[in-house]
């Protein structure tokens, strides 16, 4: 910073070198057609005045940003902040910057994400869906602009946008199935917004195991909530009074799961020989709740990860086409007390 309080510019180094502004630019940039001693001298010169390399303006210049955007509905579950450190350690190996935002699950929020983005010039965009997200026109400026789009998570389909997630079809059924097998034929599911692929497809998968143990299907069972926990105490409120109660519960998160599980424990119900309760995400409440929660484990940070590789190779390789291959993560069932009635 200059003595008036203004930054030091290139200009500024090449008056006092009595050099170009041209040469002080590549020198700054190592760039090969500089010789070694000038260039020593420029970065000395720049160090000595207080230059400071601005990289958003020459990024500006090249119209690359090097930053790429993600749009996550909430930043505080464990579940996502294991994501995005997956996807911090990538960006960040590749000398990328992050910008993060959250759509707090609505899709006002998200649009709005979404301009902000494209308004900072993000070279990719990762996202996972808002809870009630109804369309997704507000990501088709991004395509039209090649500018490469992955959903994760909570996806949606759309042209040449790559999807990365588990199968949550196979993961309930199995859950559902694990219930069954302990005995329970009245099997609460509490579910979020059918819209979202991930509780579609959990409900979907609880369904066809009920139908292959040739249980029918009951909608006075099913729960639609926001998962959070205040709504797993009224759930809570909502199986107590369920006539016969039911023998089994199946939550699409584990933070609902909890909460649904405490209420009615308090309310005297014997867990889990009454009622037994399964989850989903492997949250680490999970382990400190009494009886520990059954639930469905899948990694963040392993889906963050791949996430952001498929960005970065695509951004770094200059021949690459759109990535538009989608991965299914593995995933897999942890039986706790809380589901054990056998």
């Keep these: 910073m200059a003595d008036n309080g203004k930054d030091i510019t290139i200009y500024d180094i090449a008056k006092k ?38 990289s958003f303006a020459s990024n500006l210049r090249k119209k690359k940003s090097k930053v790429i955007g993600v749009i996550v509905p909430r930043l505080n579950s464990n579940f996502m902040s294991d994501v995005i450190a997956g996807i911090e350690k990538v960006v960040n190996n590749a000398n ?78 199995e859950i559902t199935l694990h219930l069954i097998d302990q005995g329970c034929k009245r099997i609460v599911h509490i579910t979020g917004n059918l819209l979202r692929n991930v509780y579609k497809d959990r409900f979907d998968g609880y369904k066809k195991a009920l139908e292959d143990r040739g249980i029918p299907f009951d909608d006075s069972l099913v729960i639609v909530n926001d998962l959070s926990a205040a709504a797993g105490t009224v759930a809570a409120q909502q199986i107590l009074q369920m006539t016969p109660l039911p023998d089994g519960v199946f939550s699409s998160n584990d933070i609902c799961a909890i909460a649904c599980m405490l209420a009615v424990k308090q309310a005297g119900i014997k867990i889990p020989q ?54 299914i993560l593995r995933s897999e069932l942890l039986v706790r007390e809380s589901s054990l009635r056998k």
């Design 17 to 54: 070198l009595d050099i170009s502004a041209a040469t002080v630019s590549r020198g700054l940039q190592d760039h090969p057609r500089v010789n070694k001693n000038t260039k020593k001298l420029i970065r000395k010169t720049a160090e000595e005045m207080g230059y400071h390399f601005n």
């Design 96 to 173: 990328y910057g992050l910008f993060i935002s959250q759509s707090l699950e609505t899709m006002q929020r998200e649009i709005s994400n979404a301009d902000a983005m494209l308004n900072n010039r993000v070279e990719g965009l990762l996202v996972s869906l808002a809870y009630n997200t109804t369309d997704v026109d507000h990501f088709r400026e991004f395509i039209r602009r090649k500018t490469p789009v992955i959903f994760f998570d909570r996806v949606t389909e759309l042209e040449n946008c790559p999807l990365i997630h588990i199968d949550n079809f196979k993961a309930a059924y």
């Design 274 to 327: 009454q009622l037994a309760f399964a989850g989903f995400n492997n949250d680490p409440t999970c382990c400190v709740v009494e009886p520990n929660l059954t639930t469905v484990n899948y990694k963040g940070y392993e889906m963050g990860e791949v996430a952001a590789k498929m960005m970065i190779n695509y951004l770094t390789d200059k021949d690459s086409v759109q990535p538009a291959h989608s991965v």
